[in-house]
C-alpha cells in the first residue's frame, strides 16, 4: 500500500479492523441521483455535523455551496442535496468517522463538519468519473475521503498533487475502510474515472467525503445550531 511521508500534511488510515462497510450498503442503495450532473452517473446525499468531545451532533440541514473559482463544474450554484439519513449503528459508526477527522485536523465544535455520501455508478455505456472537475482544490481546510464499496469496477484510483497533477505524491486505489485526509490547502486532488469490470453487471464506487468547512451557502457560514 502507498503511503505518505510523515512530514506531508496528508495521512491514510485504515479503519477496516474497526469498522464493517458492509453495514452502510442498503444506504447507499437508496442514494438520491445528482439532479446537477445531467450525465446520471453521480448519486449524493449530505449531513452536517460538530463534535464535542466523545460526542457528535447532527446539524441543520442546507444546500452546498462552492465557489466558481474552486469548482467550474458547479461553482456558484446552490445545490439542494437531500439529507442523508441513518440512525443507529449506522450513526454511530459515522460519528466514529467523524470523530476521527476532527481529531486528525485539530478542529474544535465550532468548526461544522460537512459529510457526504455519494456512489459513482459506471456501465457499458457509461464512465462514472469521480471527480469531474478534473485535478482541483474544494476551497476548504481539510478533505477526508473514505471508501465504502468498490464493487465490480476498475480505476477510481485516488491521487495528490502539489502542482496540478504534474507531479503525483499519492496514487492510491483506497480500499473499503481506508479513509485519506488531506489539506485542501496545500494539495491538489484527482480520482480516476471507473468502468466496469464485467459490463454485464452493477458497478459503484461508494465513497464518503467529508470536508472542513462545511460549505454552507455564504450568508449562512455563521454558527448554524442544530434544528
Not at 491514510?12 to 469498522?19: E, I, K, M, N, Q
Not at 445545490?79 to 478542529?107: M, N
Not at 497533477?165 to 480500499?175: A, F, N, Y
Not at 454485464?200 to 472542513?212: G, M, P, V
Amino acid at each position: 500500500m502507498n503511503t505518505l511521508p510523515t512530514f506531508l500534511p496528508a495521512k491514510l488510515f485504515d479503519f477496516s479492523a474497526h469498522l464493517s462497510t458492509d453495514i452502510f450498503k442498503d444506504s447507499f442503495r437508496h442514494l438520491t441521483q445528482d439532479p446537477y450532473l445531467e450525465e446520471g452517473f453521480r448519486y449524493k446525499e449530505i449531513a452536517r455535523y460538530r463534535v464535542l468531545g466523545t460526542e457528535v451532533f447532527r446539524q441543520s440541514h442546507g444546500p452546498l455551496f462552492q465557489s466558481s473559482k474552486h469548482n467550474p463544474t458547479h461553482g456558484d450554484i446552490i445545490r439542494d442535496y437531500p439529507a442523508f439519513d441513518v440512525l443507529g449503528t449506522l450513526q454511530k459508526e459515522i460519528g466514529k468517522i467523524v470523530s476521527a477527522f476532527v481529531a486528525h485536523c485539530g478542529l474544535t465544535y465550532e468548526d461544522e463538519i460537512l459529510f457526504q455520501a455519494q456512489r459513482i455508478r459506471t456501465d457499458s455505456m457509461m464512465t462514472g468519473l469521480p471527480a469531474i472537475e478534473g485535478w482541483h482544490q474544494d476551497g476548504t481546510d481539510y478533505i477526508g475521503i473514505m471508501c465504502v464499496n468498490r464493487h465490480n469496477i476498475a480505476g477510481g484510483r485516488s491521487q495528490l498533487s502539489f502542482d496540478k497533477g504534474e507531479t503525483k505524491v499519492l496514487d492510491h486505489e483506497l480500499q473499503p475502510g481506508e479513509l485519506l485526509i488531506l489539506d485542501d490547502r496545500t494539495y491538489w486532488h484527482y480520482a480516476t474515472a471507473v468502468q466496469p469490470i464485467d459490463p454485464t453487471k452493477e458497478a459503484y464506487r461508494d465513497i464518503f467525503i467529508i470536508t472542513s468547512p462545511s460549505c454552507r451557502q455564504p450568508e449562512k457560514q455563521q454558527f448554524a445550531m442544530s434544528a
